[in-house]
């Protein structure tokens, strides 16, 4: 068994949709970055990434690789998911953080949830999609931003 920690965050960029956990959330702020932005799906590569001991995001997809501009971070997982595979592991759970002020993800959790394990090919139930705030602390608090955190437990 092995575990695996993935933190990222992004600055908030007007015109840009906000991706989280694959998910479009219209009529908010989206993240500036060299992909979707979408920093709960990219959390949960390097937590994978991690465990596995195989790199990380910005390794496998240079932010400097225009192949990667603007591509969805759930194609990214999916390959950096593969790649976890070929080198023996499965992935036994995931828990997934969002941090920052809005949006409000609490309806949407679940849905979050099983677009991640779809793009997995695993069960819902293994991965978990939580937030919180940090009661207007720091970047995420004064609304600049949004940071997440993840982990993953893999077994061989």
């Known amino acids: 068994m092995r575990i695996g920690i993935g933190v990222d ?19 908010e702020r989206g993240l500036a970055g060299h992909s979707d932005g979408d920093v709960v799906t990219h959390a949960l590569i ?32 999916s390959r950096a998911y593969a790649q976890v595979r070929e080198a023996g592991y499965e992935l036994v759970n995931a828990d997934c953080v969002l941090i ?8 949407r959790r679940g849905e979050m949830a099983e677009r991640l394990a779809e793009t997995l090919g695993i069960d819902p139930k293994l991965i978990a999609v939580r937030a919180t705030t940090t009661d207007r602390l720091g970047f995420t608090g004064r609304g600049e931003g949004l940071a997440a955190q993840a982990a993953a437990l893999l077994d061989r």
């Open 46 to 77: 390097d937590a994978l990434l991690g465990a596995a001991n195989l790199g990380d995001i910005g390794t496998l997809f240079p932010s400097d690789d225009e192949a990667f501009r603007d591509i969805s971070s759930l194609l990214l997982l």
């Open 9 to 27: 965050a992004h600055a908030f960029e007007d015109g840009t949709p906000l991706v989280l956990g694959g998910l479009e959330f219209p009529g």
């Open 100 to 107: 920052g002020e809005r949006p409000k993800i609490g309806e």
